[in-house]
């Protein structure tokens, strides 16, 4: 029997892990070359690993919802041939959109050389090198008394420090352009304190022998064993995929940014009459023509006004970068949960051409066809609940954006138009701001700006690029 090891490859610049959300075989088959054998989701977008060659499944990797590291073995297989031979063998890997590639003979303890292409970049624009890596590998001991004011670091590197108690001065760092990894984090963690002050600088989990593992558990909740009759009425299925991602952003973001919630309502009369003037001419055109369109728009036109709305805080150089550019978020109710596909470039559509992606972009969201460069690079997001829009809402942010906008139900209500009470289609508006970033009268100030757009849509035109 030829046993060889397939090692989960480099997925891209600054990922070192991935969550195992679908086995597509098992111990057992037989499969060909290039065909799917598993879906690994990173921070950045989930792809389909493919065969690098023919054989037999002996073992696999990680269960549905675990972790499993870049370069850690995923699939043992049988090649039904000489191992030595096999394993020199150029490997061929492809990601799920098909794209594929030969790597270099690999190393015995190296694997194939494989990729998943993609843009996966976790960086924000503005994000410069800074220092280069350190010497001598990223252990605690390996270099004593390190110190580095600014570390850089992405925010999963900064939670994990956080969880760990690690002071990330203190990790020498072994990525790209200085960067420390999660690996720098867990290598820290493992090496021997060399001095008192070292000891002092590190984190309690660190000198109590805690692991990674432990660290992550630490505050988890554990369900209570329920009776033998209550037993047979409960479902389990693992907490994975789509759901626990969405679930670690929104902690991320809750846990980052100070959100901050202001709330006010919009007569859309004349907006709701207009819409219905146009829209036969968009069916003509093929477009299905709803709100959205013209709030995108009135929030690019508040966006231009209140550029700090359009930023985002580099926490790793304490930087604010100021957006050029006015990509926004739609938020999209889907079976595997919400997702946020992007209307890039906003200011440079029509109307009809924001309608018209907006469409095409929630359909291949419902349809799980998404592409990763569509799901991300938003300067600001739109959320819409439709009919079920409530009173209101409080907005989680979409980090690292500084702003979101909620938008809710039209109802008729009663409105004071020149001294009168009459008839109007109110709907009302939730933004929520992170207070670090925008301070109350600024949000309020864009809110009303927005809010005038859309209740004098004639105006909306007027100011349009």
Known sequence: M???????PDIGEGVTEGEVVAWLVKPGDVVKEDQPMVEVMTDKATVTITSPRAGTILETTGKVGEIVMVHHVLVVFDLGGDAATAAQAPAKSTNGNGVSGHGPSAAKDQGPAATALGDIKESLPGMGARGGAAAGG???????????????ATPATRKLARDMSID?????PTGPQGRVTRKDVESYVSAPASSGSETASRAPAAATGATLSTALARD?????????EQSALEERVPFAGMRRKIATRMQTSTQTAAHFTFVEECDVTQLKALRARLKPAAEKAG???????????????G???????????????????YRKYYNIGIAASTDAGLMVPVVKDADRKSVLDVAREIDRLGTEARAGKSKSSELTGSTFTITSLGAQGGLFATPILNFPEVGILGVHRIK??????????????VMLLSLSFDHRIVDGHVGAAFAYDVIAYLEDPDKLFLDMA
């Open 138 to 152: 990223g252990g605690g001991g390996g270099l004593q008394g390190y110190f580095n004011a600014k570390p850089l």
């Open 168 to 172: 990330l001065t203190r990790v020498p």
């Open 303 to 321: 966006l231009k006004k209140h550029g700090i709305l359009n930023s985002a805080l580099d926490e790793s150089t304490n930087e604010l970068v």
């Open 412 to 425: 008729e209500r009663p409105v004071v138009k020149d001294g009168q009470i009459v008839i109007g289609e």
């Open 220 to 228: 988890a909740v554990k369900i209570v064993a329920p009776t033998h």
């Open 287 to 301: 477009v299905k023509l709803t709100y959205l369109p013209f709030i995108v728009k009135a929030v690019v036109a």
């Open 2 to 8: 030829a046993r060889w090891e397939f090692k989960l």
